[in-house]
């Protein structure tokens, strides 16, 4: 089940000075495509080949690691995605796994930029939003800081226009 999870700031945000310190932290940044409020951030990260293919559960995961170590391959490169809205001070992360999340934010820690979890109300949410291709239907959990959503086909990409809209609906509302 696609997940995100949501922060927020209190502090100001200069989009270029945390751009070229994220840079400096070889962690790629741009402006949105979507928005021209938000900076889009890929964070890439290393795992254990044994821990991919395990979690997986590939019948042949033993010999693909086998593999892959005979030829050098010990670790494989994720990324995780996120947003950083400048205006609504939020940051929004894409399916990143606790550790890994717990990275991201102490990055912003080093540049000096301290986030907290928004709680939001657990609730089942049916949001009311435009859609960018179609007219889907869909339904939103949300609990603590994260939002789950129950139709992986459609969110296989996680449209971001229909996702921003989601999260200012849920802070506009207070969680």
């Keep these: ?26 962690i790629m ?26 979690d997986l559960d590939y019948v042949n995961a033993e010999n693909i690691i086998s593999i892959l170590k005979q030829n050098g391959i010990e670790k494989i490169t994720k990324k995780i995605y996120a947003f950083l809205n400048y205006e609504t001070k939020t940051l929004e ?27 939001f109300e657990r609730k089942t949410f049916k949001p009311n939003i435009n859609f960018i291709n179609s007219n889907s239907r869909y339904k939103i959990t949300v609990f603590g800081n994260k939002i789950k959503y129950n139709n992986r086909k459609l969110f296989k990409f996680l ?11 849920l802070l506009q509302n207070g969680g």
């Design 1 to 26: 089940m696609p997940t995100i999870t949501v922060f927020k700031t209190n502090q100001e945000i200069n989009k270029d000075i945390v751009m070229e310190k994220l840079k400096e932290k070889n």
């Design 29 to 54: 940044s741009k402006i949105s495509k979507y928005n021209n409020k938000e900076i889009y951030i890929i964070y890439h990260y290393k795992i254990d080949i044994e821990k991919v293919f395990n």
């Design 93 to 119: 992360i894409y399916n990143g796994k606790k550790g890994i999340i717990e990275e991201i934010l102490k990055v912003f820690n080093d540049i000096g930029l301290n986030f907290y979890p928004i709680e």
């Design 159 to 169: 449209p971001r226009f229909e996702i921003r809209q989601i999260v200012n609906q």
